[in-house]
T-cell receptor, first 117, second 112 residues
Framework: AQKITQTQPGMFVQEKEAVTLDCTYD???????LFWYKQPSSGEMIFLIY??????QNATEGRYSLNFQKARKSTNLVISASQLGDSAMYFC??????????????FGTGTKLQVIP | IAGITQAPTSQILAAGRRMTLRCTQD?????MYWYRQDLGLGLRLIHY???????GKGEVPDGYSVSRANTDDFPLTLASAVPSQTSVYFC???????????FGQGTRLTVV
């Protein structure tokens, strides 16, 4: 089974509208972390937002927020008031502690978001 | 140097040649990682290091080796490059393994 699943290969959103990018995960750990990264066409990976498995509140960072539903094992990224500069690939990732003793981060395959003027 | 720096930014390499991708960070982060990014597969962990002097294998370690002689540097070596190692390679670091990772700008490697 995939550890991280992003089912939307591509999404379009109108400028100034909100958009939700989906991510589901699979783990048997009680303690884990969930991340979202943005990768613009220039190629760099930019950290956006983090949610810990024990965090009771949904994480927010400016225009980014997470809709974290632990029972459903989903952590959807919501971008409010989309801007043209939000056009990029978005990766969901999960951190788990492995039996080897290191924190393993697994990435999804990404969602390409295009913001339309 | 600010943050995490990779070199070279791109490289075309003949199959069978040896190549070392360099990664340096100035944030004094303990944990460092090497990922490869391939279309449709996301990022996959090659090797990691929790602290200076220790390294470990990730998901796709075959054909790659790393060393961590000090906190700042984490080079990735391809002993004998093959075309399937054509990819974009990202180095990353984090203060501890359980926090977000900061990425370098990537190295685009083409093995022909």
């Amino acid at each position: 089974a995939q550890k991280i699943t992003q089912t939307q290969p591509g999404m379009f959103v109108q400028e100034k509208e909100a958009v939700t990018l989906d991510c589901t995960y699979d783990t048997s750990d009680q303690s884990y972390g969930l991340f979202w990264y943005k990768q613009p066409s220039s190629g760099e990976m930019i950290f956006l937002i983090y949610q810990g498995s024990y965090d009771e509140q949904n994480a927010t960072e400016g225009r980014y927020s997470l809709n974290f539903q632990k029972a459903r094992k989903s952590t959807n990224l919501v971008i409010s008031a989309s801007q043209l500069g939000d056009s990029a690939m978005y990766f969901c990732a999960m951190r788990e502690l492995t039996t080897g003793g290191y924190q393993k981060v697994t990435f999804g395959t990404g969602t390409k978001l295009q913001v339309i003027p | 140097i600010a943050g995490i720096t990779q070199a070279p930014t791109s490289q075309i390499l003949a199959a069978g040649r040896r190549m070392t991708l360099r990664c340096t960070q100035d944030m004094r982060h303990n944990a460092m990682y090497w990922y490869r990014q391939d279309l449709g597969l996301g990022l996959r962990l090659i090797h990691y290091s929790n602290t200076a002097g220790t390294t470990g294998k990730g998901e796709v370690p075959d054909g790659y080796s790393v060393s961590r002689a000090n906190t700042d540097d984490f080079p990735l070596t391809l002993a004998s490059a093959v075309p399937s190692q054509t990819s974009v390679y990202f180095c990353a670091s984090s203060p501890r393994g359980d926090t977000e990772a900061f990425f370098g700008q990537g190295t685009r490697l083409t093995v022909v």
